[in-house]
């Protein structure tokens, strides 16, 4: 049994401390509100991210962050991409010991186009980080909650840390494998939430099955591009957290990117899209972060840029559809030269 602690209380977080309640691990949810780890606590419910949803009896919750930070050797940071840094700056006056860190987000932050383990290496002393994994795949909070069969990835460069985590998590509806692409699994990650908002976009404006399979092969194009152009193995974009992750966000009611896309492209405003959703969407900021990611790379990304300039350029999306048709003829294989 091991004592791990859960930063973020969303639907993500909640639902892997399920699974490692369930596992019979010694797990503790930090929520930022006093009422969400009351009502965890008291009625073993998380209604607003989890409805219909009964938590295990075992699973315990906090608001107190220095408990959570003090309680565990595993910390699994589960929240969103743009308070990554605050969390681990915040946590640093209360790490008397080296922990493991497990991080579930997915996104690159704008501007500084930092991945997120690199941004928890900015701001975790390294003598406080015993090692650094990523867990990523195909795997909505909704249907891991009723036990549905999910397999994910974690990814690092210590494998001995990647393998307890795949202990740690692995039971008969949870697989989990290890990879040692941290770039190719991060990049992965954030880039489904760009072409999944795109791909909300694509069936909003009614365009069907045809449109949405170019999309999904092409996003991963663009995908594979900028990581290998990182550093990614190539491989990696064809496994769970690359066209896995990608299809299943791409093409799922519970996906936030695609709804919030499709609302897009059903005409609502960015802002109006963002107020409906009540959640966050990563997929936003991480379109404006692989749009400058792209730029500095030197690497071609036209549904990225078509979708930067449907949510930052006032564009409308049917004429961001028109510009990305009419592009220069190409060879379909000359993307995948570098390959």
Request: hydrophobic share 40%; charged share 20%; proline share 3%.
């Amino acid at each position: 049994m091991q004592k791990v602690a859960i930063l973020g209380a969303g639907s993500w977080g909640t639902a892997l401390a399920m699974v490692l309640a369930g596992n019979n691990h010694d797990c503790l949810l930090w929520s930022h509100r006093n009422d969400q780890s009351n009502e965890i606590n008291e009625h073993h419910t998380n209604k607003k991210y989890l409805p219909n949803t009964m938590l295990p009896s075992n699973l315990k919750a906090t608001s107190d962050f220095e408990e959570a930070i003090k309680y565990a050797s595993i910390i699994i940071i589960a929240v969103p991409t743009k308070a990554i840094r605050e969390v681990c700056q915040n946590m640093t006056a209360h790490l008397t010991e080296k922990k493991l860190f497990v991080h579930v987000s997915k996104g690159i932050e704008p501007d500084s186009l930092k991945r997120i383990s690199e941004m928890i290496s900015d701001e975790v002393p390294a003598e406080k980080v015993d090692a650094v994994v990523v867990l990523s795949g195909p795997s909505h909070a909704e249907e891991v909650v009723l036990k549905h069969p999910t397999t994910i990835t974690v990814a690092s460069e210590n494998m001995i840390a990647a393998e307890k985590v795949q202990d740690l998590f692995m039971n008969n509806y949870f697989r989990v494998y290890t990879n040692d692409d941290v770039i190719g699994v991060e990049i992965g990650a954030a880039l489904k939430n760009v072409i999944a908002l795109a791909a909300g976009i694509v069936d909003g404006l009614g365009y069907g099955d045809n449109a949405k399979a170019a999309l999904i092969t092409r996003g991963l194009a663009e995908i594979s591009r900028l990581g290998i152009s990182l550093g990614a193995k190539p491989y990696t974009f064809s496994g769970l957290t690359g066209m896995g992750d990608l299809i299943v966000t791409c093409t799922s009611v519970h996906s936030r990117n695609w709804r919030a896309g499709n609302m897009l492209g059903k005409g609502l405003t960015l802002e109006k899209v963002l107020d409906e959703m009540g959640m966050v969407v990563e997929g936003v900021r991480t379109t404006k972060a692989a749009y400058q990611l792209a730029k500095k790379q030197q690497v071609d990304m036209p549904i990225t840029e078509a979708l930067y300039s449907v949510l930052f350029e006032n564009i409308k999306p049917k004429e961001a559809v028109d510009i990305l048709m009419h592009r220069t003829k190409k060879h379909e294989l000359e993307d995948y030269k570098t390959f």
